[in-house]
Each structure stands twice: as C-alpha cells, then as structure tokens.
C-alpha cells in the first residue's frame, strides 16, 4: 500500500524505499550528485536510478532533487515563507502551465521544520539563467512569462496565504551584519556562487546608500 512519503532534510535520508514510494516502482540504487552553484536557497542534487527488472524503461532514469539550504547565514536573509512558495506554486499552479514546466514527481513542505523536498524531472544540462545569453533566449523567456500572467491574471489563488511577504523584522543594521557575514560565509565556503556574491554585494551598496541618504535628509530637516 502507498504511504505518505515524507519531507527529506538532507540527502543521507534519500533511500530507494522513499524513491519507490513517490514514484510507484522499484528503485534498486540511486546515485546523487550535488550541482554545484544552483539554487541560492537549495541544495539541488541530480540522481542516476537503477530500477527493477523490466521497469527501467518506464520511469525516469535521472531526477533533480531539491532540499533547503543547510547554510544558517543564508537561510536567515529570507522569508519565511519564501521557499515554500515554490511548493504551493507548482500545488496551485502546475497543470495548468504544465507544458512550461518541469514534471513534478514530489513537491511537499514542512513549515515547523523549515523544510521542503521537490522531485522533478531533470531537463538536462540547461545553462544557468540562460535568459541572459542573448537576446533570443530573452524573448523567448518573456513569452513564457507573460503565458503565466495571462493564465491567472486577477485569479484569487494570487491571493492565498502562502504567497504574502512575511515581515523578517530584521533591523537595517543585524540585515548589514547578515550580509556581510554571507559573503564571508561564500568566500570560505567549498563552493561558492558567483552570482549570489555579486547580488548580496550590490545589495549591499544600496542599503548603505539608503542609510546614507535617509541621515543625511533628517540631517538637513533638523538643520531648517
């Protein structure tokens, strides 16, 4: 009988028993393999199945996996929130944009733990935010997204809990301090992502800049 599978922390839980549930077969040995410098928020992992006798032809012989960060300073920079809505996303969303997406084999979250496990279909060796390589790429990324937009324009599941910003409460100066120690955490980390390190950077430059100009203009007003 199927059982409910349930959410996987780390990747030494993976075991053929959690595979051969979700996915309704056999599953006799999985490798997994961390790709590097994917998922700022995730742990993203691509897995080679062996499947029982004369069931290797009907299932997936590759999988991506996706975990939450097990990196504390990253994981505090977001919302609480923020990485389960990938969850409700493809629960709320999915079939109808089916063909934009990836297969969904397991998508569940676990809010008290902070945890979610995604397995989908792996698409291959797709280039990180290919969008940017040229303008083609772009236009055709622009297209997919204004599909989604028109297919739930003004629709009420826009409006569900899962989907409202959750206030961090984080004060400007413990966010600086959080920041800083994320590039400090990147550059001593076995691998790093380049793209993130530029973002937190730039990010970083801008929130001082605010600081700044917000002083500098109460500054004035007290001045007059």
Request: net charge negative; hydrophobic share 40%.
């Amino acid at each position: 009988m199927l059982t409910v599978s349930p959410v996987i922390a780390d990747i030494s839980e993976l075991t053929n028993d959690w595979l051969s549930n979700v996915l309704e077969a056999t599953v006799e040995t999985v490798e997994a393999t961390q790709i590097v410098g994917e998922g700022y928020a995730s742990r993203m992992y691509r897995l080679v199945l062996q499947y029982g006798l004369d069931e290797q032809r009907a299932h997936p012989k590759t999988l991506i996996l996706k975990l939450c960060t097990d990196n504390k300073q990253q994981s505090e920079l977001f919302e609480d929130n923020v990485l389960f809505r990938e969850v409700y996303f493809y629960t709320a969303f999915g079939d109808k944009l089916a063909d934009m997406l990836p297969k969904i084999y397991f998508s569940r979250a676990d809010f008290d733990a902070k945890q979610l496990t995604l397995l989908m279909e792996d698409l291959g060796e797709i280039p990180h935010k290919g969008f940017c390589e040229n303008l083609e790429n772009a236009k055709d990324a622009m297209r997919i997204l204004a599909r989604a937009h028109a297919a739930f324009w003004n629709s009420e599941l826009l409006e569900a809990t899962e989907l409202v910003p959750v206030d961090s409460e984080l004060e400007v100066e413990a966010l600086i301090v959080l920041l800083e120690e994320n590039l400090v955490s990147e550059h001593n980390a076995e691998y790093s992502y380049p793209y993130l390190t530029k973002c937190i950077k730039n990010l970083l430059k801008t929130i001082k800049w605010i600081v700044g100009a917000v002083s500098y203009t109460h500054l004035r007003a007290h001045e007059t």
